[in-house]
C-alpha cells in the first residue's frame, strides 16, 4: 500500500487531455515538494515536471502540474500514442523521514 | 553530463546479503550540495525509496527496511554502495541509484542509473 494514492489506470484519445491525481496527506503533499516521473517499459523513470511546473529541458510544456492541500495532479494535453506509459508522483514525507511514491497510473491513449 | 550505473550480483540467495554500486562519472560525488539514493522496482509493480546517503555519511533509509540497509560512499572510487541483508523473494527487484536536483523549492530524482534487476533465489 504506497503512501500516495493513484489511480491505476486512465485512458484518453490522442489529442485529448488527461489528468493524473495523486493523493497524500499534510506530511507529505500538504508540506513538500511533489515531482511526477514518465516511465516506458524496461527503463528508468523520467522525471518529467515538478512543483511550480518546473520542468527539466526537454520536456514540453504539454506537461503540466497543480496541488490543492493533499493532492497534486498532472495534466497532459494533447496527448500522442508516445505518451503512453506509467506515471508515479513521488514527495518528501516529513513524519516517516522517507522520500515516498505513488503506485503509479498507467496511461493508455486509445 | 552526470551518469550513474549500478553493478553487482545478479542473483542473491535467500538470507544472504545483496551489495551493488553506483558508479558515477561526469560529477564528482564528493559535493555537500549533492545527496545520493537508491530506488528499487520489484516487477510489475511501482517505485520504493530505499534510502539517500550524503557525502557527509548522513544517511535517510525506508522505515520498513531501515534494520536491514546500509549504504557508503567511497569518494576514492567515485562511487556508493548499497547493501540489504537477509533477503527474501520480496526483496528481487530492479534496484536503480539515483541523484536529485536540488533548488530553493524542493528535489525531484533526475538522474538515474540504467538498473539491474537482482533476482532472489536458491
Known amino acids: 500500500q504506497s503512501v500516495l494514492t493513484q489511480p491505476p489506470s486512465v485512458s484518453a484519445a490522442p489529442g485529448q487531455k488527461v489528468t493524473i491525481s495523486c493523493s497524500g496527506s499534510?506530511?507529505?503533499?500538504?508540506?513538500?515538494?511533489v515531482s511526477w516521473y514518465q516511465q516506458f517499459p524496461g527503463t528508468a523513470p523520467k522525471v518529467l515536471i515538478s512543483?511550480?511546473?518546473e520542468r527539466p529541458s526537454g520536456i514540453p510544456d504539454r506537461f503540466s502540474v497543480s496541488k490543492t492541500g493533499t493532492s497534486a495532479t498532472l495534466g497532459i494535453t494533447g496527448l500522442q500514442t508516445g505518451d503512453e506509459a506509467d506515471y508515479y508522483c513521488a514527495t518528501w514525507d516529513s513524519s516517516l523521514s522517507a522520500w515516498v511514491f505513488g503506485g503509479g497510473t498507467k496511461l493508455t491513449v486509445l | 553530463q552526470l551518469q550513474l550505473q549500478e553493478s553487482g550480483p545478479g542473483l542473491v540467495k535467500p538470507s544472504e546479503t545483496l551489495s551493488l554500486t553506483c558508479t558515477v562519472s561526469?560529477?564528482?560525488?564528493?559535493?555537500?550540495?549533492?545527496?545520493w539514493g537508491w530506488i528499487r522496482q520489484p516487477p510489475g509493480k511501482g517505485l520504493e525509496w530505499i534510502g539517500s546517503i550524503y557525502y557527509s555519511g548522513t544517511t535517510y533509509y525506508n522505515p520498513s527496511l531501515k534494520s536491514r540497509v546500509t549504504t557508503s560512499i567511497d569518494t576514492s572510487k567515485n562511487q556508493f554502495s548499497l547493501k540489504l541483508s537477509s533477503v527474501t523473494a520480496a526483496d528481487m527487484a530492479v534496484y536503480y541509484c539515483?541523484?536529485?536536483?536540488?533548488?530553493?523549492?524542493?528535489?525531484?530524482?533526475?538522474?538515474w542509473g540504467q538498473g539491474t534487476l537482482v533476482t532472489v533465489s536458491s
Open positions: 512543483d511550480n511546473n
Open positions: 539515483a541523484r536529485p536536483h536540488c533548488s530553493s523549492s524542493g528535489c525531484f530524482w533526475n538522474y
Open positions: 499534510s506530511s507529505n503533499i500538504g508540506s513538500n515538494y
Open positions: 561526469g560529477g564528482s560525488i564528493s559535493s555537500s550540495s549533492f545527496y
